[in-house]
């Protein structure tokens, strides 16, 4: 069965500072693979996603995730973060085995602080 | 935008008692979930479906029923709230399971805790 691992349950970062979060996946081939930010008392929202092509994908407000085959990751980055980007972060999975489901596989999320 | 509306925001339940979660979702999309999320966790799937009048079992299916009675709207039915029921729950709509059609919209939420 496919899982999504993030290995950082907490991060705390500077304002100004850059970001990585780290999300690594089990999965024989290759997904597709989102990652999805949850501010407080909000529902999720895509960031970004990938499935084929230039393994580094944009995303919304200024993130970028990398996607490396050879090591079943999906890390997130952003250069410069705001205190806005206070938040969960999610990683997830979605294969295409042409059953029905069409579920996402949710990682167990990164809380990120901004500090100043 | 797709747009997805959950019903109550949120809710105190005694332990035994019936629950009924609501999910409206206005972009005609064919797939919507119901997903739980704990503290400390991520989200797990319950119950999904495809079209209306029928519903699937997700990963962790125990303790809940689902109801697809219309494309726009997918009900989430605890008959015997438990205490280990207490979560937030998360709607979800998607249109398909094309490569352009992958991304979920989630509803905001609602706050569920039995007591």
């Known amino acids: 069965a496919q899982s999504v691992t993030q290995p950082d349950a907490r991060v705390t970062v500077s304002e100004g500072a850059s970001l990585q979060l780290r999300c690594k996946y089990s999965?024989?081939?290759?997904?597709?693979l989102f990652w999805y930010v949850q501010y407080p008392r909000q529902g999720l929202q895509l960031l970004l996603k990938?499935?084929?092509?230039?393994?580094v994908v944009q995303g919304v407000n200024s993130f970028e995730a990398e996607f490396s085959k050879s090591n079943s990751s999906f890390h997130l980055q952003k250069a410069s973060v705001h205190w806005s980007d206070s938040a969960v972060y999610f990683c997830?999975?979605?294969?295409?085995?042409?059953?029905?489901?069409?579920?996402?596989?949710f990682g167990e999320g990164t809380q990120v602080t901004v500090i100043s | 935008e797709a747009a997805v509306t959950q019903s109550p925001r949120s809710k105190v339940a005694v332990t035994g008692g019936k629950v009924t979660l609501s999910c409206h979702q206005t972009n005609n999309h064919d797939y919507m979930y119901w997903y739980r999320q704990d503290t400390g966790h991520g989200l797990r799937l319950i119950h999904y479906s495809y079209v209306a009048d029928s519903t699937e079992k997700g990963d962790i299916p125990d303790g809940y029923k689902a109801s697809r009675p219309s494309q726009e709207n997918f009900s989430l039915i605890l008959e015997l709230a438990s205490l280990s029921q207490t979560a937030v729950y998360f709607c979800?709509?998607?249109?398909?399971?094309?490569?352009?059609?992958?991304?979920?919209?989630f509803g905001a939420g609602t706050r569920l805790s039995v007591l």
């Open positions: 997830a999975l979605s294969i295409n085995t042409g059953g029905l489901s069409g579920k996402l596989t």
């Open positions: 979800a709509s998607k249109p398909g399971l094309g490569h352009s059609q992958n991304t979920l919209y």
């Open positions: 999965y024989s081939a290759t997904p597709y």
């Open positions: 990938y499935y084929s092509g230039d393994p």
